[in-house]
């Protein structure tokens, strides 16, 4: 399997309750290296670009004001075959569903407050990663 790069949030739910350092241990854990990180205040516009795909959908707006809540922790995290690695660490969207042990079923509130989110595809990762860090911010 490839060295591959993918993005990570941790999301306003999760730094509200101070587990970002146990978010990050379980992605550290698995074997992902953090090449890139950053804590940072999203605006509406950067939350409406980053989830432009799902302009349409009938979650879009709450989705924004969410993201917007609070303080997030952008992250770019390095492995072998990172993007399904994370996201196998995240665990299902809705932690009603994902497996133990996984961030969304130990820390998640509900499907919508999921405390972090996770590229899903090497494709999407390259896209998202450009969407929220320089080239010379990524320090792996």
């Known amino acids: 399997m490839a060295i591959e790069r993918t993005l990570s949030i941790i999301k306003p739910d999760a730094t509200a309750r101070n587990i970002t350092g146990k978010i990050i241990d379980k992605l550290e854990s698995a074997g992902l ?16 670009a980053f989830y432009a795909v799902h302009k349409e959908r009938p979650f879009f707006n709450d989705l924004v004001a969410f993201m917007t809540s609070g303080p997030i922790v952008l992250q770019v995290l390095e492995g072998e075959g990172a993007v399904l690695k994370n996201r196998d660490v ?20 509900n499907i919508e407050r999921n405390s972090v989110h996770g590229s899903d595809s090497a494709e999407n990762a390259a896209a998202e990663i450009a969407m929220c860090f320089k080239d010379d911010e990524l320090v792996g």
């Open 90 to 109: 995240m665990g299902a969207t809705n932690p009603a569903d994902a497996a133990d042990g996984t961030i969304r079923k130990d820390f998640a509130e």
């Open 33 to 48: 290296r953090v090449v890139a990180q950053k804590r940072t205040k999203w605006s509406t516009a950067d939350a409406e």
